[in-house]
């Protein structure tokens, strides 16, 4: 099935609130499904893949191209069942991540990160949550890690834009990892030595239950 013309399904731009950051919870089943259907899923590239390990470049470019790549990402998320993807999950070397997550009180927030940076949080504002964390990269494991319950983002839209995302809860944690696998980082590589290697060994020993690039 030939894919639709993304630059006029998602022209629009999110509005701000009072305080700049965008408004990502509105028509949020509406904006996913236009994307994934415009897009085509990809297998996912899981840890050793170098495309992981080293911080991507910079999006220069807000174009057809781009969107192309945005809609493929958020069709591969689906299909994963994960709640946010960075293009490095799916071998694209950028600095662009898709989210489709609820935050702690179930609300949910779908968008599209280029060149995030993570605002650093003033110590009032670090309290840890120790949850459990997973990726889509690392299939089936699923490791404890404390992140700050609160983050705030900023990079651009899809059309170069500038923007700001903030999120508690799940939400900021899916924020912090996303932004992390744009820089080279794995939750993984946040464990003590014991951990990963526990986390290794859990997805050594499961199948995933999506499509996946093999490591040579």
Known sequence: MAQQDTDQQHAGVLPVDDEGFVIDTEKTEERELAWREAGVSRPITVVGNPVLHKECGDVTEFDEELRRLVADMFASQHTAEGVGLAANQIGVGLKV??????????????????????VELPADRRRLDDSNEGCLSVPTAYAPLARPDYAEV???????????VRGTGYFARCLQHETDHLYGYLYIDRLSKRERKDALRQMAENEPRYPVVAND
């Open 97 to 118: 991540f898709v989210y489709d997550c609820p935050d702690d009180d179930g609300v949910r927030h779908t968008g599209v990160v280029c060149n995030p940076r993570l």
């Open 154 to 164: 900023t990079g651009q839209d899809e059309h170069g834009n500038p923007i700001k």
